[in-house]
């Protein structure tokens, strides 16, 4: 059962409903791709959930990879807590493909919020909250410099956003 913090205007709801598009996006690059199965993306997704409701999170990228770990596409969700849009737009990944020899994987950004936490305090709330993926560190520009980039939807729900961009 979702766990929902009523009062601060329903701030969980209101990042639940935002992220739903980011979802369906992640869905359509998992399944277009061939490269995670919905369960990899339940995992992804509960752990963006939980840094997302705590305020913990700055963005997420989808960036594919090839045998060299070079970005040959990428798909970056950034988040807004004050922006003004109230409404989503209609989620879309439908131009990723299965190429050969790649991988996918998830880069998170992080907020202050979570950087100033102590180690401590990270992992006790990574256990609390039943986190499934163990993060590492890649050293990836995820600005994506050698890569075109071009806005896409933008997710919101009362003043919450999240942008999207893609880089080719």
Same mark, same amino acid.
Request: hydrophobic share 35%; proline share 2%.
């Given at each position: 059962?979702?766990? =929902?913090?009523?009062?601060?205007?329903? @701030?969980?709801?209101? =990042?639940?409903?935002?992220? &739903?598009?980011?979802?369906?996006?992640?869905?359509?690059?998992?399944?277009?791709?061939?490269?995670?199965?919905?369960?990899?993306?339940?995992?992804?997704?509960? *752990?963006?959930i939980?840094?997302? &409701?705590?305020? #913990?999170?700055?963005?997420?990228?989808?960036?594919?990879?090839?045998? +060299?770990? @070079?970005?040959?596409?990428?798909?970056?969700?950034? !988040?807004?807590?004050?922006?003004?849009?109230?409404?989503? *737009?209609?989620?879309?990944?439908?131009?990723?493909? *299965? =190429? %050969?020899?790649?991988?996918l994987? !998830?880069?998170?950004? #992080?907020?202050? $919020?979570?950087? *100033?936490?102590?180690?401590?305090?990270?992992?006790i709330?990574?256990?609390?909250?039943?986190?499934?993926?163990?993060?590492?560190?890649? +050293? =990836?520009?995820?600005?994506? %410099?050698?890569?075109? $980039?071009?806005?896409?939807?933008?997710?919101?729900? $009362?003043? #919450?956003?999240?942008?999207?961009?893609t #880089?080719?």
């Amino acid at each position: 059962m979702a766990k =929902i913090k009523w009062g601060e205007n329903s @701030k969980w709801f209101d =990042i639940r409903k935002t992220f &739903e598009g980011c979802e369906a996006d992640i869905r359509m690059i998992a399944r277009r791709t061939d490269k995670w199965s919905m369960s990899c993306v339940d995992s992804f997704f509960h *752990d963006i959930i939980k840094l997302a &409701e705590e305020e #913990y999170l700055h963005s997420v990228d989808i960036v594919l990879l090839d045998a +060299s770990d @070079k970005v040959i596409r990428a798909t970056k969700f950034v !988040v807004n807590p004050n922006g003004t849009a109230i409404a989503s *737009d209609r989620a879309g990944a439908n131009d990723w493909t *299965d =190429i %050969p020899n790649t991988r996918l994987t !998830v880069l998170l950004s #992080y907020t202050q $919020k979570w950087l *100033d936490l102590a180690t401590e305090q990270k992992s006790i709330f990574q256990s609390s909250n039943s986190f499934q993926i163990n993060g590492t560190s890649l +050293s =990836i520009d995820n600005s994506f %410099p050698h890569l075109n $980039k071009s806005q896409g939807q933008l997710y919101a729900s $009362k003043g #919450y956003e999240l942008q999207k961009t893609t #880089y080719k």
